[in-house]
């Protein structure tokens, strides 16, 4: 029954994931599903979770948030954009994911995280230039801070889940070791 909650556990933080691409708290929720699970196993259990390997998820994902935002506004920054363009573009690319997760791309299992992921980038992009249109700037220089912020958004993401492939892996090991 142990390796059953422990597999259970596994595929869980697999879904927390998956959702960090759809600009949830995906990290989080790992770190609060180990801590969940760390607190129902008894100790003595051969699949028992301590608290060290649940800090070093609490770095990881504070790390992972760090990531996320310095990526996305070092692009939009870098470009001259403003502060209310990085607003709107961290507004749009959630807007994206979600309309993404919808629209879908017709590929199986990877479609709709290819399309939430796209769709991000392109709300991104919209509510950057929607900023700085707005910010009265001329419509070229709106492209260049919005295509900014559509770069900034997908490495920002892509380094927020490598950071969570890691903490599922952290998790694997601490359940095998």
């Known amino acids: ?20 691409m759809f600009g949830m708290p995906g990290n989080w929720l790992i770190v609060a599903a180990t801590a969940v699970y760390a607190c129902l196993t008894p100790a003595q259990s051969s699949a028992a979770i301590g608290w060290k390997p649940i800090a070093i998820l609490l770095v990881l994902a504070a790390l992972g948030e760090v990531i996320e935002l310095l990526a996305a506004t070092m692009g939009t920054a870098k470009a001259g954009g403003s502060r ?28 709709p995280i290819l399309a939430a992921l796209l769709f991000a ?6 509510g950057a230039m929607l900023g700085e249109l707005w910010a009265g700037k001329d419509l070229d220089a709106c492209w260049r801070i919005g295509k900014a912020a559509f770069r900034g958004r997908l490495a920002g993401t892509l380094g927020k889940m490598l950071l969570g492939a890691v ?4 998790v694997v090991i601490a359940l095998v070791w």
């Open 167 to 170: 903490m599922v892996a952290v």
């Open 84 to 111: 209310r363009g990085a607003v709107l573009a961290l507004a749009g690319s959630i807007v994206g994911a979600v309309l993404g997760i919808f629209v879908g791309i017709p590929i199986p299992l990877v479609g």
């Open 1 to 20: 029954m142990t390796i059953f909650f422990a597999l259970l556990l596994i595929v869980v933080l697999l879904v927390c994931l998956a959702l960090t």
């Open 121 to 126: 980038g392109l709300g991104a992009l919209a």
